[in-house]
């Protein structure tokens, strides 16, 4: 298995809603990241995970929320976002810190 | 603080045409990338260079790095409609393990 799954797609939702993110990889990687991509703009690291432990946190703010529950599962739980967090998140993973990442489709999320 | 600058944004061209992209990066990196990514899609991998002098070629595409000049390439040879979208570069900064892109440039291929 060579690919970098997300769920869902597409995402909805409100400004008072919790929502999750979910991003699966089976290729063994130890390293797993999350990215927003604005519209014609290119994509920006959010966090980086290493073994399960957060290493980097690109000060973003505490209305997402990343989790590694394990080395082939990253998450990011979101709250309370803003109109201006629609974006499309991208979730990537890598053998390890600084190899090659592999991105997965992506979820659009509207915020409304 | 590493930057990343690519140009040009935006390419227009005939297919059948060459045309090289240019990446500069501001500090010294250990690797760089170059991405395609269509509208609406993820992000493809299409090469990676670790070191000086590196080239690497897919097809009508060629890459290269010159570490000195902190300057990466991508040259495109005989374009054709298919290879429409928009290319990123992308720098690994030294120890950091931060990838920055570069904006991107939206290439348009004319049939």
């Known amino acids: 298995d060579t690919e970098v799954t997300q769920t869902p797609k597409h995402l909805v939702m409100g400004m008072t809603n919790k929502k999750s993110l979910k991003c699966e990889q089976h290729m063994g990687h130890r390293a797993m990241y999350w990215y927003k991509q604005k519209a014609k703009k290119p994509p920006e690291l959010m966090f980086v995970?290493?073994?399960?432990?957060?290493?980097i946190n690109e000060s973003v703010p505490s209305r997402f929320s990343p989790e590694c529950p394990n080395s082939s599962l990253l998450n990011l739980h979101l709250h309370a976002l803003q109109p201006e967090d629609s974006a499309l998140y991208l979730c990537?993973?890598?053998?390890?810190?600084?190899?090659?990442?592999?991105f997965g489709p992506g979820t659009r999320l509207t915020v409304t | 603080e590493l930057k990343v600058e690519q140009n040009p944004l935006f390419l227009s061209m005939q297919e059948g045409k060459n045309y090289t992209i240019y990446c500069n990066y501001s500090?010294?990196?250990?690797?760089l990338y170059w991405y395609r990514q269509d509208p609406g899609k993820s992000l493809e991998s299409l090469f990676v260079?670790?070191?000086?002098?590196a080239v690497k070629q897919e097809g009508r595409l060629m890459a290269s790095l010159d570490t000195k000049a902190r300057l990466s390439t991508l040259h495109i040879t005989a374009a054709v409609h298919d290879l429409s979208a928009t290319y990123f570069c992308?720098?690994?900064?030294?120890?950091?393990?931060?990838?920055?892109f570069g904006a991107g440039t939206r290439l348009f291929v004319k049939a």
């Open positions: 500090t010294t990196s250990d690797r």
């Open positions: 995970y290493s073994y399960e432990k957060l290493s």
């Open positions: 260079l670790l070191s000086n002098g």
């Open positions: 990537a993973s890598s053998q390890g810190l600084g190899y090659e990442q592999y």
């Open positions: 992308a720098v690994e900064n030294t120890g950091g393990f931060k990838t920055i």
